[in-house]
T-cell receptor
Framework: AQSVTQLDSQVPVFEEAPVELRCNYS??????LFWYVQYPNQGLQLLLK??????LVESINGFEAEFNKSQTSFHLRKPSVHISDTAEYFC???????????FGTGTRLLVSP | DAGVIQSPRHEVTEMGQEVTLRCKPI?????LFWYRQTMMRGLELLIY????????DSGMPEDRFSAKMPNASFSTLKIQPSEPRDSAVYFC??????????????FGPGTRLLVL
């Protein structure tokens, strides 16, 4: 069975500081990896995804994540956060095909001035 | 595009009552997902349709829950009878449904259900 572990339930950080949200996964087969973001009182939105190719993937708003197969990780990073990045971030994986997404428990990013 | 539409946005009901949640996926999307989100259990997939056919309903908690997709533009999630432990935010999501799980899922705004 596949699983996703997000080690930090909450990450407080000051505006303009760097941040890393950790995600580790467990799977015996190749997987696709995703980061979704949920702003308060909204549904989830895709932030970025790794399907194949370059192990470093980037989003349009400055986030990036690196797929590390040896460490079974897909950590999310941003060099300088904004207040507007305050949200909950979910890591997810899928085996592909018509297999379902498996979500982690989420990490709440709290950015303060 | 209007995105995924869910109704109602909020529902308050009493234990034992029937609850019906509705979802209209994005036009042209062939896969539809129902999720439940609670503080205790996080985000759980309840059921997943592709081309109106249920593909995976292993997440449906018990017989009190049922979901239908009579056509490509409409789905319902019904709880009968409802219980206080069903209180949660229920999300509907859709995707193109051509190549599978690597496709982006687009989430609706959710229905916040409170069962008293």
């Amino acid at each position: 069975a596949q699983s996703v572990t997000q080690l930090d339930s909450q990450v407080p950080v000051f505006e303009e500081a760097p941040v890393e949200l950790r995600c580790n996964y467990s799977s015996s087969v190749s997987v696709y990896l995703f980061w979704y973001v949920q702003y308060p009182n909204q549904g989830l939105q895709l932030l970025l995804k790794y399907l194949s190719g370059s192990t470093l993937v980037e989003s349009i708003n400055g986030f990036e994540a690196e797929f590390n197969k040896s460490q079974t990780s897909f950590h999310l990073r941003k060099p300088s956060v904004h207040i507007s990045d305050t949200a909950e971030y979910f890591c997810a994986l899928s085996r592909g095909g018509f297999q379902k997404l498996v979500f982690g428990t989420g990490t709440r990013l709290l950015v303060s001035p | 595009d209007a995105g995924v539409i869910q109704s109602p946005r909020h529902e308050v009901t009493e234990m034992g009552q029937e609850v019906t949640l509705r979802c209209k996926p994005i036009s042209g999307h062939n896969s539809l997902f129902w999720y439940r989100q609670t503080m205790m259990r996080g985000l759980e997939l309840l059921i997943y349709f592709n081309n109106n056919v249920p593909i995976d309903d292993s997440g449906m908690p018990e017989d009190r829950f049922s979901a239908k997709m009579p056509n490509a533009s409409f789905s319902t999630l019904k709880i009968q009878p409802s219980e206080p432990r069903d209180s949660a935010v229920y999300f509907c999501a859709s995707s193109l449904g051509v190549t599978g799980a690597q496709e982006t899922q687009y989430f609706g705004p959710g229905t916040r259900l409170l069962v008293l």
